[in-house]
Nanobody
Framework: QVQLVESGGGLVQAGGSLRLSCAAS????????MGWYRQAPGKQRELVAA???????NFADSVKGRFTISRDNAKNTVYLQMNSLKPEDTGTYYC????????WGQGTQVTVSS
């Protein structure tokens, strides 16, 4: 059974930084693409960043230059480093992957105060 567990969210002032982690189990992690999505209140869930098993990366335009995504295959973990945070980055951040169906973690809340 695939399980994704996010951590690292919290309350931060604008301009601050957070690092989110997503620990995966039940998959051969090093062969698996991973993604980070977020959902703000009243809005649809949107892609923030994704990383393939080979390390290719894709970012949403709104976070380019501020966020980085990385993976540690030895720890079965994907990270989202978020710098220069803005109030509009507030939302619940979800880790996901695909194994015949889309698998989501439970999410971690990020709140950026102005």
């Amino acid at each position: 059974q695939v399980q994704l567990v996010e951590s690292g969210g919290g309350l931060v002032q604008a301009g601050g930084s957070l690092r989110l982690s997503c620990a995966a189990s039940g998959i051969i992690f090093r062969f698996t693409a991973m993604g980070w999505y977020r959902q703000a209140p009243g809005k649809q869930r949107e892609l923030v960043a994704a990383i393939t098993s080979g390390g290719s990366i894709n970012f949403a335009d709104s976070v380019k230059g501020r966020f980085t995504i990385s993976r540690d295959n030895a720890k079965n973990t994907v990270y989202l480093q978020m710098n220069s945070l803005k109030p509009e980055d507030t939302g619940t951040y979800y880790c996901n992957t695909y194994r015949g169906e889309i698998i989501w973690g439970q999410g971690t809340q990020v709140t950026v105060s102005s």
